[in-house]
């Protein structure tokens, strides 16, 4: 229930996001950053953790000190690239000596293996796949922060009275951060899957079988993913 939630919060904030910065609208940038700390919320909330409920408060105070500023558009602008930053962050990390890849670990889950038993061709290449995840997540997050620097007209440089040398729209920006940036992962993903099944013929009957046998997981198993 809580991923179902999470999904239709992260559509809501996509949707809000963009109609936000097509209509330079500040009321809507704030209500997209209150759908965003909501999805970000939803978890812990459900499971009764004290300082996401006494975050309520504190984020809703925020919001609305921003809503009253000239800076309600600057969140929107660098949120896409924080989270990607992260997401690559945390990839990279499981590549440290002692941790297990990423893509591993879904693929042990996957396979019923260990680290011990999976086959080592399959954990080269998971391995180098979780890498590859890393580098393009990485590239993604600094051209989303590039693009975010030059929009106009409320760019973050433009916000600071800095004028780029190259300049996108402020439209031209948020399709690229809210829409196509899903795109490209997802793009990213089937292509991979693409060649997974070429190098590993006969372990999937398809794209939806392996999207089904990675819902099959369960919620326990994502929640631990990232530990």
Known sequence: MILILQALLALAYALLAH??????????????????VLLMLAAPLAQRRPWAWLSL??????????????????????????FIALVAYVFGRSLQRGRVPLISKIVMALEGETAATLAPELMRYTRRLTAAWAWALGLLAAINLLLALIAVP?????????????????????????IFNYGII??????????????????????????RRLR??????????LH
């Not at 097509?22 to 759908?35: K, S």
């Not at 409320?154 to 996108?168: I, K, R």
């Not at 997802?186 to 999207?211: N, Q």
Request: hydrophobic letters at 55%.
């Open 19 to 36: 109609l936000a910065s097509a209509r330079d609208d500040g009321v809507l940038a704030v209500c997209a950053l209150a759908v965003l």
């Open 57 to 82: 408060p504190v984020g809703a105070v925020a919001l609305t000190w921003l809503a009253g500023s000239r800076y309600a558009q600057l969140p929107l602008l660098l949120a896409p690239t924080a």
């Open 154 to 178: 409320d760019g973050v440089l433009a916000q600071f009275g800095m004028q780029a040398p190259l300049t996108v729209t402020q439209t031209q920006w948020s399709w690229f951060a809210n």
């Open 186 to 211: 997802a793009a990213f993903f089937a292509i991979e899957f693409a060649i997974r099944k070429h190098h590993f013929p006969g372990r999937y009957h398809g794209f939806s079988d392996f999207l």
């Open 216 to 225: 099959a997981l369960g919620p326990a198993f994502w929640r631990d993913f």
